[in-house]
């Protein structure tokens, strides 16, 4: 194991060529994709029903799948050989972007098709996330993990916050059905990167007799309870997932209806939180060098919280976009340890199955803030979920805590 309980962490780099510098590219390059996707969607579903609660069903089908299947995709990830799996299911994904693409084309998309795509591409992601997470130690030294992991978040980030997103109005110009035909490209293109790797198959022990797929899940969900170090890390992210939802959902009423900054100024604000979260791929890890992985997250968090008090108090424009570029500065940080820490910490075989029990009791937390956040707003004005979600990872931080030594 390569971290104590406070998680120190070691100064090392992953070697792009073969194995990493693959997977690194399909990810960024599936991630720019997705954000076309996602980018797009409200838009379409928006110029098919003037229903809100519709409208807002195709993102809570994007969080459903995690509460019904991340457990099984975890178990599953754990069976099977994973490069495998994060290529035959990017196939898949590709099929059907490719399809709802057509679909679109041939004026054929309803609102009830985007909300089977996005329950469908959820559910697939589930094995894909789950895998992916299962697979990064087999291409890349224990002590190399950290800087691997902030290297794919950084990517990813950049692809998917900064070059994506701003493409997509000229996408549209081209046709209504580009966005999705270019996202299934890259599901194809990651599928065959990922194919190429030579890892071997996971050599794993023989299941005992009677072990179902149930019973796998129970222990993986056991695994992390007995985990001091990662049950704290878990409820911690829970309740910063709530905040975050919370803040989210509520942004562009904090922006355009309580700062009055209009539409420029929540893309602004949007734009500065993704060009944090660059950034923060290159702090991560040498925050971790200096303070360990656990002191990292809890410094992290300790600041996200003061980023959030400041926005909520000092509601001007200048302040909400500041903020919330040290804001997602800081949720990369936040996010490159907290993996490093599950991949190192987890029993051999069982990567897949914590990580999957992670995601999804954190996952489980967004919809739920939303869900207050909206409440929030509509009762005590705009800023209040800003307030909301300070006082959440106030609470996650107090949570970690009896961690530090």
């Known amino acids: 194991m390569a971290a104590t309980d406070a998680g120190t962490a070691t100064k090392a780099v992953p070697d792009w060529r073969g194995g990493f510098g693959r997977l690194w590219t399909a990810a960024v390059v599936s991630r720019f994709g997705d954000s076309l996707r996602t980018a797009a969607l409200p838009l379409l579903a928006a110029s098919l029903t003037d229903d809100p609660l519709l409208i807002a069903s195709v993102t809570a089908c994007g969080f459903l799948p995690w509460l019904l299947f991340g457990l099984l995709g975890g178990a ?32 054929h998309a309803t609102i009830a098709l985007l909300l089977v795509l996005a329950f469908a591409l959820t559910t697939l992601q589930t094995l894909f996330d789950n895998a992916a997470t299962a697979l990064l130690p087999a291409l890349v030294p224990a002590e190399a993990l950290a800087a691997a992991n902030a290297r794919l978040m950084t990517g990813q980030q950049f692809a998917g916050g900064l070059l994506a997103a701003p493409l997509v109005p000229a996408l549209l110009l081209a046709g209504p059905s580009v966005p999705y035909a270019a996202d299934a490209a890259t599901y194809v293109l990651a599928a065959l990167l990922i194919a190429s790797l030579r890892t071997a198959a996971p050599e794993r022990p023989p299941r005992p007799a009677g072990s179902t797929l149930r019973k796998e899940m129970a222990e993986g969900l056991g695994a992390l309870r007995r985990d001091r170090t990662l049950r704290r890390l878990c409820t911690a992210t829970t309740l910063c997932n709530i905040g975050m939802g919370a803040l989210i959902a509520t942004l562009v009423v904090h922006v355009t209806g309580g700062l009055h900054a209009g539409n420029g100024g929540y893309a602004a604000t949007v734009t500065a939180f993704a060009a944090g979260g660059v950034a923060g791929g290159f702090l991560a890890r040498r925050l971790a060098e200096r303070t360990g992985r656990i002191r990292a997250v809890t410094l992290a968090g300790a600041l996200q919280t003061g980023c959030l008090l400041l926005m909520g108090l000092v509601p001007t424009l200048a302040v909400t976009v500041a903020s919330m570029a040290v804001f997602g500065l800081l949720g990369t940080v936040w996010n490159v340890n907290q993996t490093t820490l599950m991949q190192e910490r987890a029993p051999e075989g069982m990567l897949g199955r914590i990580a999957a029990a992670f995601r999804t009791l954190a996952v489980a937390g967004a919809p739920l803030g939303a869900l207050a956040g909206g409440a929030a707003a509509g009762g005590w004005g705009p800023h209040s979920p800003v307030l909301l979600a300070a006082a959440l990872f106030a609470l996650a931080v107090a949570s970690l805590a009896p961690l530090i030594n």
Request: hydrophobic share 65%; aromatic share 6%.
């Open 76 to 107: 599953v990830a754990d069976r099977v050989d994973q490069r495998r799996a994060m290529w035959a299911v990017d196939l898949v994904r590709g099929a059907l972007v490719a399809a709802f693409a057509v679909a679109v084309a041939t004026g």
